[in-house]
């Protein structure tokens, strides 16, 4: 199996972008900190930037979780297809504040370059929504890294 076979396959899909938003957020919240301590304007765009890319990279991730789903579901056992269903429940629960915190930093974008005196503001908002969504995130990681890894897992599904 090549590459090209790999991209057509929705779980693998799932699995190589889904580390864009749990890793992707922290550095992209990391940058917008730095940039509210320093109070430097290009890194204040650049934090929120990253921040709406990242995190409405998980529009696609789960897109194509929803699109693995069956076929991945068939080929576990038991207790694994309780863990993907699980995280399946968890991420439908938080990809919502995953979507609002894109569209909230894409805000927060066209309010800095209309009134800059605005704009540590609204990266102060956006950096405590994006600590929210990385929380959530993280859930969801969680979650998913308990379907196949027995060794991750320290009890059943809640």
């Known amino acids: 199996m090549d590459w090209i076979d790999l991209l057509a396959d929705p779980a693998?899909?799932?699995?190589?972008?889904?580390?864009?938003?749990?890793?992707?957020?922290i550095i992209a919240w990391g940058v917008l900190a730095i940039g509210l301590l320093v109070r430097?304007?290009?890194?204040?765009?650049?934090?929120?930037?990253?921040?709406?890319?990242?995190?409405?990279?998980?529009?696609p991730v789960a897109n194509y979780g929803d699109?693995?789903?069956?076929?991945?579901?068939?080929?576990?056992?038991?207790?694994s297809r309780?863990?993907?269903?699980?995280?399946?429940?968890?991420?439908?629960?938080?990809?919502?504040?995953?979507?609002?915190?894109?569209?909230?930093?894409?805000?927060?974008i066209v309010i800095g370059w209309a009134r800059l005196r605005w704009l540590p503001w609204v990266c102060l908002a956006t950096a405590l929504l994006?600590?929210?969504?990385?929380?959530?995130?993280?859930?969801?990681?969680?979650?998913?890294g308990k379907i196949q890894h027995p060794e991750f897992r320290i009890s059943d599904p809640p």
């Open 12 to 25: 693998y899909r799932h699995v190589l972008l889904n580390h864009i938003p749990v890793i992707g957020l």
């Open 82 to 108: 309780d863990w993907l269903d699980y995280h399946a429940e968890v991420a439908d629960t938080w990809l919502p504040l995953l979507y609002a915190t894109s569209a909230f930093a894409i805000t927060a």
């Open 130 to 144: 994006t600590l929210a969504a990385i929380g959530g995130v993280s859930v969801v990681a969680s979650a998913g």
């Open 40 to 59: 430097q304007t290009a890194l204040l765009f650049t934090g929120l930037a990253l921040i709406a890319i990242t995190a409405g990279i998980s529009i």
């Open 67 to 79: 699109a693995a789903y069956p076929a991945v579901y068939d080929i576990l056992d038991g207790h």
